[in-house]
């Protein structure tokens, strides 16, 4: 019943921005948790941002500066800011929803995944 479509990817050079989207079906819970994870070929899954209901926010060290997660909630909409690309940020990116457990566990719900490349 929960769905998410992502947005946004596509291809840049280093150093240079996107900004991905997520829709998000209608999800209100006060423990749930929304983030975005990345996954490159050969490479295990990586869950680099997240955010509460009440806009508490964690984030990998791999992207801890450069990448800032946020949300719309009149809009059902999750958004990543990636700024400051670099190649090894070359994956598939995902949008996820779920209970908060405090961890990058928390997914429950997936979407297809956009890609984004980071050209040298």
């Known amino acids: 019943q929960v769905q998410l479509v992502e947005s946004g990817g596509g291809s840049v050079q280093a150093g240079g921005s996107l900004k991905l989207s997520c829709s998000i079906s209608r999800y209100t819970d006060s423990r749930r948790c929304m983030g975005w994870f990345r996954q490159a070929p050969g490479k295990q899954r990586e869950g680099i941002a997240r955010?509460?209901?009440?806009?508490?926010?964690t984030y990998a060290d791999s992207v801890k500066g450069r990448f800032t997660i946020s949300k719309d909630n009149a809009e059902n909409t999750l958004y990543l800011q990636m700024n400051s690309l670099k190649p090894d940020d070359t994956a598939m990116y995902y949008c996820a929803a779920g209970t908060c457990t405090g961890t990058w566990a928390f997914a429950t719900y997936w979407g297809q995944g956009t890609q984004v490349t980071v050209s040298a």
């Open positions: 955010i509460t209901a009440f806009d508490f926010t």
